[in-house]
């Protein structure tokens, strides 16, 4: 399967590196910001609302070209944020997108995707309630949680970009603190992606029959392909590894008994 995740890792590392040097990170991110992300969400919504378009379409409203590495890397970077999804052969935004272009939600929606990105929710994860290191010790931490080496520099500062329009920023540049404007309740850090409320199997509020997937798992499991097709073991292991990393990241080791399955 040939995610956006894994063809921006190609694109990118085509024009970072050498042909002898081709390093995959481990760990999904986008390699632009929430703002451009934001900007391909704008142009969908103010051209098909809650419809879809097809990519040759949304090419056309962005002044792009549909084969241009420029739109590809934005439209994975939307994807990544949560905020599209494919639709068939088409492109619609999801709930979060939606919540996204309207003014009542957008700054929760907007906390809600920088979190939905596993590198993103892992970095808020280990720095909050303290401060963000400099730069070289910054991307020291995210190589270890699976950005490759040539991709550090390029990964941080998107992640600084999109923190800076979620509003992560508000309390000072060194530090990532959710905004107080995003009526963000502590048990929804990363956590439901509701938005208006009607969303499509969630879960949430029904008595509990089934328990809400954390959207960095819901994510990875609906970039699974269709039974039957073809699916490289070299991705496959990439899409594992990084499954496994969002294990680590979403669920706790030592879970006190009664608390699994809240």
Do not use: C
Request: aromatic share 8%; no cysteine.
């Amino acid at each position: 399967m040939n995610t956006e995740f894994e063809h921006q890792e190609e694109q990118t590392t085509e024009e970072s590196s050498g042909p002898q040097e081709r390093e995959r990170s481990t760990i999904q991110f986008p390699y632009m910001s929430l703002s451009d992300a934001l900007d391909v969400v704008r142009t969908l919504h103010d051209n098909v609302g809650q419809g879809e378009a097809t990519e040759d379409q949304l090419a056309a409203w962005m002044n792009l070209s549909p084969k241009s590495s420029g739109f590809r890397v934005r439209i994975g970077t939307t994807r990544t944020f949560g905020l599209m999804e494919p639709n068939g052969p088409g492109l619609k935004l999801t709930a979060l997108g939606r919540a996204s272009a309207d003014p009542a939600q957008e700054r929760k929606a907007k906390v809600e995707a920088f979190l939905t990105v596993p590198l993103y929710k892992l970095v808020y994860e280990n720095y909050k309630g303290g401060v963000v290191p400099p730069a070289a010790a910054f991307e020291r931490d995210i190589k270890t949680w699976g950005v490759a080496p040539k991709q550090t520099s390029r990964a941080r500062q998107a992640l600084e970009r999109s923190a800076e329009e979620a509003g992560f920023y508000e309390s000072g540049r060194n530090r990532l603190v959710i905004p107080a404007s995003a009526s963000f309740k502590a048990s929804d850090e990363g956590g439901s992606k509701g938005g208006s409320g009607s969303g499509s199997g969630g879960g949430t509020g029904n008595g509990g029959d089934a328990p809400t997937l954390d959207p960095i798992i819901k994510g990875l499991i609906d970039r699974l392909p269709p039974p039957g097709t073809d699916w490289p073991k070299a991705k496959r292991k990439l899409w594992l590894q990084i499954l496994e990393n969002s294990f680590d990241l979403v669920y706790e080791d030592d879970s006190k008994s009664g608390d699994a399955f809240q």
